[in-house]
């Protein structure tokens, strides 16, 4: 009880459409905060569109997502980026933008600031790109940096949709870690993972989508299979609620 | 020498439509290039042209009602360009069409009434005034309505700066910071009608988007940083603005394309010339050695 009064992102019977096809029903569950928790399923499967409501990006059709988290501590990296790459920006200046939260939209940056963006860019092995353009990084490098924005936004809630998708190995050890970090300092983080090795490394609970449902499971019950969409076989019925 | 650059550069402007005319230019040259950078930066380039046409019916009407009175007819601008974005916005979001196809829509029927009403009530001189100005025909009070046009958007531009950037740069991020990003998106639209009206009087509806635009897609040819973009723009619209004044008192030239024609050949010359992206920058192409780039 004390779990889940503790939580800060509730999803209450969700019943979730892209425009008339539904896409998920009764999805229950309280999402950890210090926890990182995996969305896993086939493509289509509903976790984007998950991820989306949590967002408040889509309103659901019936039941509701409860988060208490200030709407300007939550971030969100989408699989298709809105990001501008061809905008002139630095590195330092796109994590900079991070601290609009703290900052507001019209106060300049202090010494403090620039501090704080050095010291992200330095855990996150960025440093070196401080002034490069966003357009000539690899997809790793901006993964980082944006990564270091969310960190110098200070997120509590952070939702990732396949961050590790076309990223250097190099970048995923570092994201992992710094991940790690960030739900042992209280973030609650959701993460859209599709491979094993990942998920085994990251979570710490499960929620699986399938058939329109979602359901949640044991890291520990995925380990011994090779890929998510294969331990779904079976059809998700009825309300889940609770973590395994 | 110096007898010859008093006359081609100081003695002009004994005239005081010239000083007149200038200090207009200028003014504008502060305003309009700093938008045109953000509509380069946003891929809507083309909206700075719907916008001028959309404007058009306004200032015709404000013609038709009090003659050529430049605040009745800025008023009328600013109205009919507000209410042209706001439409356009409502079919675009009806529809899901493109906003930018909602505004060709509305922008060429806005183009046919503004042309159609101006006929009604004046002649093809004043036809011709409207759509491409008179710089030179500017009065004191036309000059205060320009100067504090422009004053108020590099004011605005300054307070929306860090939200307009965010905004060009990731839309989402600015949305899950406040849940009053789309005033961003308001305001600028606005910023963009009041600079145009500001502007036709000068180099006319169909021209003025010329200063906004030319100087921002010159500078693109010389920086890769926002700063740098808006500063180039700015210094290359002052220097068109006021060339393009001289040019058409020496040569006798219409005013109005004797500015856009030079901040055109500014463009072209960047485009030829500039340090980034140009056609010399391609064959003078250089890399930085690897243990330099890491040592940086």
């Not at chain 1, 009880?1 to 896409?23: F, K």
């Not at chain 1, 709407?71 to 200046?93: C, G, I």
């Not at chain 2, 058009?56 to 009328?76: D, E």
Request: hydrophobic share 50%; aromatic share 6%; with cysteine.
């Amino acid at each position: 009880m004390s779990e889940r009064s503790s939580s800060r992102l509730q999803l209450h019977d969700l019943h979730l459409a892209q425009g008339r096809r539904t896409v998920l029903e009764h999805v229950d569950g309280d999402i950890k905060p210090g926890a990182i928790t995996a969305l896993i399923g086939a493509n289509g499967a509903g976790k984007s569109t998950l991820i989306q409501a949590i967002m408040g990006e889509l309103r659901p059709i019936s039941g509701k997502v409860v988060c208490t988290v200030d709407k300007a501590r939550r971030a969100w990296l989408p699989q298709q980026l809105a990001l501008d790459l061809t905008f002139p920006m630095s590195v330092e200046e796109l994590v900079m933008t991070g601290s609009w939260p703290s900052h507001g939209a019209m106060k300049g940056y202090c010494a403090a600031h620039y501090r704080k963006g050095r010291e992200i860019m330095a855990r996150l092995g960025i440093s070196h790109l401080a002034h490069r353009p966003l357009g000539e990084l690899s997809g790793g490098q901006r993964q980082r940096a944006l990564i270091g924005r969310t960190l110098m936004q200070e997120a509590e809630l952070l939702l990732l949709d396949e961050p590790f998708a076309n990223v250097d190995s190099d970048t995923v050890d570092i994201l992992i870690r710094i991940l790690r970090q960030m739900a042992d300092e209280g973030v609650t983080i959701i993460i859209v993972l599709h491979d094993m090795d990942h998920l085994r490394r990251l979570a710490d609970e499960v929620l699986m989508l399938n058939g329109g449902h979602g359901r949640w499971v044991a890291p520990s019950a995925l380990n011994h299979q090779h890929a998510p969409a294969q331990v779904v076989p079976f059809t998700l019925g009825g309300r889940h609620a609770g973590t395994a | 020498m110096l007898a010859l650059l008093d006359a081609w550069f100081i003695a002009p402007f004994d005239y005081g439509f010239m000083r007149r005319a200038v200090v207009g230019g200028l003014a504008l040259s502060l305003a309009a290039p700093p938008l045109g950078v953000f509509l380069v930066l946003r891929g809507m380039s083309l909206i700075g042209d719907a916008m001028a046409h959309a404007i058009l019916p306004g200032v015709a009407l404000g013609f038709l009602l009090a003659g050529f009175s430049l605040p009745v007819m800025s008023v009328g601008g600013v109205l009919f360009g507000v209410m042209v974005a706001l439409l356009a916005g409502a079919v675009s979001k009806m529809g899901g069409q493109r906003e930018d196809a909602a505004m060709a829509s509305f922008f060429i029927i806005s183009l046919a009434a503004g042309v159609m009403l101006i006929s009604m009530g004046g002649s093809s001189v004043d036809l011709t005034h409207v759509l491409f100005g008179s710089i030179l025909a500017i009065n004191s009070t036309a000059l205060l309505l320009i100067a504090s046009i422009s004053t108020l958007i590099v004011i605005t531009l300054a307070i929306i700066f860090r939200a307009l950037v965010v905004e060009c740069l990731d839309p989402l991020f600015l949305r899950g910071q406040s849940s009053r990003s789309g005033w961003v998106h308001s305001v600028f639209l606005g910023l963009l009608v009041l600079n145009l009206t500001a502007g036709f009087q000068t180099l006319g509806t169909l021209m003025a988007v010329g200063l906004m635009m030319l100087p921002a897609t010159a500078a693109r040819f010389w920086s890769k940083r926002l700063e740098g973009l808006i500063g180039i723009a700015v210094v290359l619209a002052m220097l068109a603005s006021t060339g393009g004044l001289l040019l058409s008192f020496h040569l006798d030239t219409p005013s109005g394309p004797s500015i856009i024609l030079l901040a055109g050949v500014a463009y072209l010359l960047s485009a030829l010339f500039g340090r980034y992206h140009s056609l010399a920058a391609k064959l003078r192409r250089k890399t930085t050695p690897l243990a330099l780039e890491q040592s940086h």
